[in-house]
Structures are given as C-alpha cells and as structure tokens.
Nanobody, 128 residues
Framework: QVQLIESGGGSVQAGGSLKLSCAAS????????LGWFRQAPGKEREFVAA????????IYADSVKGRFTISRDNAKNTMFLQMGSLKPDDTATYYC?????????????????????WGQGIQVTVSS
C-alpha cells in the first residue's frame, strides 16, 4: 500500500517562509514523478510544482515561480517544497502526489488526473 504523508505546514506572516515535506512509503517513490497541488476554500485544486523521477526536471505554476522550490531525496523517499515570500493568496491545503511511471522517464505533468497517489493534505495559512 502506498502512503504519502505531508508535514511542515502551519501559519506564517506574509513574506515569511515554510518548507513542506512529503514522505512516501511503498516502492513507488523512485519510479514516480512527484507534484504539489493546493486547494483554497471555495476554489478548485490547482497545480503548484512538479519534479521528475531523477530530479533533473521541474515545472512551476506561474503564481509561485521564483518563490517556491521543489526538490526530492530519493534515498530518503522524501519530497520537499521550499516556499518563500509567502502571500495571503498562498493560503490553502497543500497536497503531494505521485505519478507512477512504468518506464524510466523525465516526464512530469501539471495535470492532477495523471497522478495516481495523493496525500491527505496539510494546511498552510499566510496572514497579512
């Protein structure tokens, strides 16, 4: 059974930083592209960032580009999202997700429906 568990969320003032982690159990981590998504109250889920299996490719939503950095440590089955210059608009529940790939690939996607496994989510609140 695959489990993704987010940690590191919380409350911070605008301009501050937070680092989210996503720990994975099971054997899918080293064969999966990974992504972060978020959902604010009353809004649809939106893509934040994604990283390829080896970590050599990353993509970001325009709204977080230059402020957030996605990374992964395959030896520790953990993915990270370093968030800086946080804004109140970044307030949301953040989800990590894994897109299992049957073949070695640098493929990554911003489409949520392509991800096979999801974490439970963690709250990030940014106050002005």
């Amino acid at each position: 059974q695959v489990q993704l568990i987010e940690s590191g969320g919380g409350s911070v003032q605008a301009g501050g930083s937070l680092k989210l982690s996503c720990a994975a159990s099971g054997r899918i981590f080293s064969r999966s592209a990974l992504g972060w998504f978020r959902q604010a109250p009353g809004k649809e889920r939106e893509f934040v960032a994604a990283i390829s299996v080896s970590g050599e490719r990353t993509i970001y939503a325009d709204s977080v580009k230059g402020r957030f950095t996605i990374s992964r440590d395959n030896a520790k089955n953990t993915m990270f999202l370093q968030m800086g210059s946080l804004k109140p608009d970044d307030t949301a529940t953040y989800y990590c997700a894994a897109d299992f790939l049957f073949e070695t690939s640098i493929y990554i996607t911003s489409e949520g429906f392509e991800y096979d496994y999801w974490g439970q989510g963690i709250q990030v609140t940014v106050s002005s």
